[in-house]
């Protein structure tokens, strides 16, 4: 009876667009799913580090590099708000770090694909952020408090990432012949993966249904997926480079572009484990945090004589 | 030598110092203990890089040859490098990379605390935007000296061995040659002696604190003023040069 009460508040706070919030009650699943969510987008924000960190030492320019640097130290900053909006639903950050180092634990599956070129630091930054805030300025709206407000700060910066991306792009584009080589060969690379970012097509994504109803999602996959590839198609165009795909065509019915799909067998398999990186993303990860190990020890043990020494005083 | 070509000289040496520490700071990006400390080090980066670009900006405006922050980073050998040796001493491991810092951050906060008072006025604008950062970098570095001393056995021990093996390029901070005795006479370099014992006691008291041992007897090495430099600085630069060296015309 009283858990009927409670599921009926938590119900009408939805109904409301009221916010969730950490000391309120909340179904299992609902917490199950958040908790599944947003510690996969806070491990996405850290492995996301790697592939634009693999340019950092070899950035063209002293501002680009300062840009690169500073965009990826935001992303850390995202993946700290996250674990913590992720801690107040009860799991620690040592346990999801862990279920992340030991592959129990998913991330964006984007991350796996390598940065060849500067051009990619371009694609990522422009492509690749900009497919992540189609997602993420929904999930500003989101039902759960700590989730939505992290969001906010989030979104504003990688709006800030996906122009910086633009710009490399630009400057690649218009560039040299060489360079603007190595743009099109990003967006080449680039296209289909950042299209799967979106997940799967609504009739095979597992996750939606429930999403939907909770306000943890407020659009769908191939609604969002739809709408990225029409905003992308004209700024490719003003850049003079080619979108890789033969099938793609305006459709004046929809008002929208017509496309093709994605290679969902690619995506299953990358999600498997056998994307170009997924192995160094983990290795990297495994290696920082257990190189890391005495240090984090050793601030442990200070701590605690600090403590004693000033109880005895 | 002129004025103008010392200023060059002495700038140019300021902005490489900067360039090259960053550089090493940053290949901790995403590899650090913990996640705190991963944007703190590239916050710390950040800034020196900053400073960095600003006294190569600064230095190319004096030469006045046409050549520009990037062409001075990016279009130099190693043998055109003034930076002290130790700035560019791999990052090893976390210790080492702390006590580096500690060393350097407690030289460069004294170094920009006078340089401040210099008579040239872009000189002075970078110091002052310098020595609030420092602070900041050098309360962070020495906590650590003192968390490792004072941490574990392990921690202890390598933070000794990183004194052990880094103190040997500190005699460097303090040389001086042609180009300072003539801005100093100008007011505008900062005479690095008048604070070379202040810079030891306070060295000292940060490794008494953290129960580490100065070495003693160390011959000290030298070389970076006149572009001598350790076997890590021409991988340094191979690796950070590599794309403006590859399309000299490209424009990034």
Same mark, same amino acid.
């Given at each position: ?313 | ?30 590899? #650090?203990?913990?996640? &705190? =400390? ?6 710390? +980066? %950040?800034?020196?890089?900053? *400073? ?96 490792? #001393?004072?941490?574990? &056995? =392990? ?6 061995? +990183? %004194?052990?093996?880094?103190? *040997? ?84």
């Amino acid at each position: 009876m009283e858990n009927k009460n409670f599921e009926d508040i938590f119900e009408s706070k939805l109904a409301k667009n009221e916010m969730i919030e950490p000391k309120d009650w909340m179904p299992d699943n609902y917490r199950k799913h958040l908790l599944r969510q947003i510690s996969q987008h806070a491990h996405s924000e850290i492995i996301g580090m790697l592939p634009e960190g693999n340019w950092i030492s070899r950035a063209p320019s002293l501002r680009a590099k300062l840009v690169l640097l500073a965009k990826v130290q935001d992303e850390g900053g995202h993946g700290l708000y996250l674990y913590t909006a992720a801690e107040s639903l009860g799991t620690s950050r040592d346990e999801m770090l862990n279920a992340l180092h030991t592959s129990k634990a998913k991330y964006s599956s984007i991350f796996n694909y390598p940065t060849l070129s500067w051009a990619d630091i371009g694609a990522v930054g422009w492509l690749v952020d900009g497919a992540a805030i189609m997602n993420q300025v929904m999930l500003q709206r989101t039902s759960y408090g700590p989730y939505a407000r992290a969001m906010v700060r989030i979104c504003k910066e990688e709006s800030f990432h996906q122009r910086q991306g633009y710009e490399i792009m630009t400057h690649m584009a218009f560039g040299t012949p060489e360079q603007k080589e190595m743009a099109q060969d990003a967006l080449n690379r680039w296209w289909f993966p950042t299209l799967m970012m979106f997940g799967p097509p609504d009739i095979e994504s597992p996750n939606s249904e429930n999403a939907m109803k909770w306000r943890i999602k407020r659009e769908t996959n191939d609604q969002l997926r739809q709408r990225f590839v029409n905003q992308t198609v004209e700024q490719v165009e003003y850049l003079g480079l080619t979108v890789p795909d033969k099938n793609l065509k305006w459709n004046e019915a929809k008002k929208g572009y017509d496309f093709s799909e994605p290679d969902w067998a690619e995506f299953k398999n990358v999600i498997k484990g056998n994307g170009p990186c997924n192995k160094e993303r983990l290795e990297a990860r495994n290696k920082a945090h257990n190189d890391g190990e005495w240090v984090r020890e050793a601030a442990t043990v200070y701590g605690k004589k600090q403590m004693e020494e000033y109880a005895a005083a | 030598m002129t004025t103008q070509e010392a200023l060059f000289k002495y700038t140019l040496r300021l902005g490489d110092n900067s360039i090259i520490l960053a550089q090493r700071l940053c290949e901790w990006t995403s590899k #650090g203990p913990f996640l &705190e =400390e991963d944007l703190a080090l590239t916050n710390i +980066a %950040l800034d020196i890089f900053g *400073r960095g670009k600003s006294l190569l900006e600064y230095a190319a405006r004096v030469e006045n040859k046409g050549r520009n922050e990037d062409h001075l980073a990016f279009h130099r050998t190693d043998r055109q490098f003034t930076n002290n040796l130790i700035c560019e001493q791999d990052n090893g491991d976390y210790a080492k990379s702390m006590i580096r810092q500690a060393l350097i951050d407690c030289f460069d906060l004294m170094l920009y605390t006078e340089l401040s008072k210099s008579k040239d006025e872009t000189l002075v604008g970078i110091a002052a935007k310098s020595i609030k950062e420092i602070t900041y970098h050098k309360r962070h570095s020495f906590s650590w000296v003192d968390r490792f #001393g004072n941490g574990t &056995e =392990e921690s202890h021990e390598r933070a000794q061995k +990183a %004194l052990n093996e880094l103190w *040997r390029f500190t005699g460097e901070f303090f040389e001086m040659e042609e180009a300072d005795e003539l801005l100093i006479k100008e007011g505008i370099a900062v005479d690095v002696k008048s604070f070379q014992a202040k810079w030891e006691e306070e060295i000292k008291a940060l490794f008494l604190k953290a129960n580490l041992t100065l070495p003693e007897n160390v011959f000290m090495q030298t070389g970076g003023r006149k572009g001598i430099h350790t076997e890590h600085l021409a991988y340094l630069l191979a690796e950070m040069q590599a794309l403006p060296r590859m399309y000299p015309d490209a424009k990034w």
